[in-house]
């Protein structure tokens, strides 16, 4: 069987898609009160990241109507702790 170096291996691991993803929607969720604000945090829980759109959860309609208005705003600061072209779309559930 082939020795393959630690630092090989990891970065194999680091350039699956999917692991990046995952990667980075771990990340958001934990910076998320940074990123958005207490009053955002408190109402609302990134649940998924597909094909460029970050999926919300909303803690009732209310907050969901709320942030449909502030969608453009919201993107930016997500896309200001994000790499470039990772996330492009809201999708507030």
């Known amino acids: 069987m082939p020795i393959t170096k630690l630092s090989t291996s990891i970065e194999n691991v ?5 692991f990046g993803l ?4 771990g990340k958001l ?4 009160e940074k990123i958005v604000g207490p009053n955002v945090n408190g109402a609302t829980k990134i649940t998924d990241i597909k094909n460029k759109t ?3 959860k909303c803690k009732n309609s209310t907050w969901k109507n709320e ?4 969608k453009k705003e919201l993107l930016e600061k997500i ?4 790499p470039k072209n990772t996330i ?3 999708y507030l559930i």
Not at 22 to 25: E, Q, R
Request: charged share 20%; net charge positive.
């Open 22 to 25: 995952a990667l980075l929607l």
């Open 88 to 90: 492009n779309k809201i």
């Open 79 to 82: 896309q200001k702790n994000t």
């Open 14 to 18: 680091l350039k699956n898609k999917n």
């Open 29 to 32: 969720q934990n910076e998320w």
């Open 54 to 56: 970050i999926y919300i």
């Open 67 to 70: 942030l449909f208005y502030q």
